[in-house]
């Protein structure tokens, strides 16, 4: 057997163990992410994305050039998990449409009175009932779990942009780069109640029902809280996207 081949057969082994060694981590992240997921969302399919991540991670894994593996196959299981849930998109085009309406009516309020639309507002603006706005904007949360990072306007559906690499040209970057700070800005900009629950599920990683207990209301009431932050992120953005 050549130098070669033996080097191959070592790396290979190596790999193996780590797959078998790190299954674990695949299911802890496939439960902590069905858990911000709508039920049709199956945990076998996240599961089965995430082990494809874990291989390719151990292939690619090299001590000398990334952090600990569990570190380095984490970033690559959750992302391959996402990427899978991207190209199963559940939600009809019809919501994405209200979604636009909801935001459109915000963005409106708010030019004219410069503070934050009410829900009351909202609805008011929208012609429908309070209970109707909550649904959207609980259609909103389950829709848009992935989309802090989404880059498109397209109104029957999202683009995401998910990527754990922001290769590209200096300009790109340049563009990347400033549309993360005007995200952090926006979400500066949110009323506190709705800032707390960002930070709560994107900084601390709680699920909905765990939000709730901190904010002392239902789960139901936190997605649709997460829903109208996410809408009110959504709009501001677009506002900084049209005058980037």
């Known amino acids: 057997m050549s130098v070669a081949a033996q080097y191959l057969e070592v790396q290979q082994g190596s ?35 995430g082990m494809i991540g874990l291989l390719e991670a ?10 600990n593996f569990e570190t380095y196959a984490g970033i690559r299981v959750r992302g391959a998990m996402l990427d899978e849930l991207r190209k199963t998109d559940w939600t009809p085009r019809s919501v994405y449409r209200r979604l636009r309406d909801a935001m459109e009516a915000m963005r409106a309020i708010e030019a004219e009175t410069g503070r934050e639309a009410s829900e009351a507002e909202i609805a008011q603006r929208m012609g429908i009932t309070p209970a109707e706005y ?13 989309s802090l990072d989404e880059g498109g ?60 207990a901190v904010l002392g209301v239902t789960e139901s009431r936190v997605c ?15 506002d900084w996207r049209a005058h980037g």
Do not use: C
Not at 224 to 238: E, M, S, V
């Open 15 to 49: 790999a193996n163990e780590l797959v078998r060694t790190h299954t674990a981590l695949v299911k802890r992240i496939a439960w902590h992410l069905k858990g911000r997921l709508p039920a049709s969302v199956e945990l076998g399919d996240l599961v089965q994305a």
């Open 153 to 212: 306007d397209d109104e029957d559906g999202p683009k995401f942009d998910i990527s754990d690499e922001h290769a590209g040209t200096p300009a790109s970057r340049l563009e990347e780069e400033g549309r993360r700070v005007a995200l952090a800005s926006a979400i500066e900009g949110l009323p506190e109640r709705e800032k707390l629950l960002m930070s709560l599920y994107y900084d601390e990683e709680l699920n909905l029902k765990e939000i709730g």
């Open 58 to 67: 151990a292939r690619n894994y090299t001590p000398a050039r990334a952090a």
């Open 224 to 238: 649709q809280l997460h829903g109208q932050a996410l809408t009110r992120l959504r709009a501001r953005l677009r």
């Open 134 to 146: 909550g649904q959207i904007m609980s259609d909103a949360s389950r829709s848009r779990v992935l």
